[in-house]
């Protein structure tokens, strides 16, 4: 029977979680709720503006997403805007459409 050191026995497992950890991915919006972010499909944004009828457009790149009035925000975790979107293909006529999921808004906006 070989005994191994403690010491050893600790390096051996320490390297092992490394190598495991090391393949999973990790996100930079792992706070994101399961329901929102299901596919990656969150991300902060550039900027929102009112939309002139009750609702807000959130501004992601040369993206602009409407936001219905009656939209409920979530507070964000790192008091920048955030939105949650999916986009779905028009096979007929090639057009995009974007739903909103979830957004994330600072407590000061």
Avoid at 8 to 22: E, K, P, T, V, Y
Wanted: aromatic share 8%; proline share 9%.
């Amino acid at each position: 029977m070989k005994i191994v050191s403690i010491p050893l026995a600790c390096a051996a497992m320490s390297g092992l979680a490394s190598i495991l950890f090391r393949c999973a991915p990790v996100y930079a919006h792992d706070w994101y709720p399961l329901e929102c972010c299901a596919r990656n499909d969150c991300m902060p944004a550039r900027g929102i503006e009112g939309d002139g009828r009750g609702g807000m457009t959130v501004i992601v790149g040369d993206l602009r997403i409407g936001i219905p009035e009656d939209f409920t925000p979530r507070p964000s975790l790192d008091s920048r805007i955030h939105v949650c979107f999916r986009m779905y293909p028009n096979e007929i006529d090639g057009s995009i459409t974007i739903t909103p999921i979830c957004l994330f808004l600072p407590a000061q906006v």
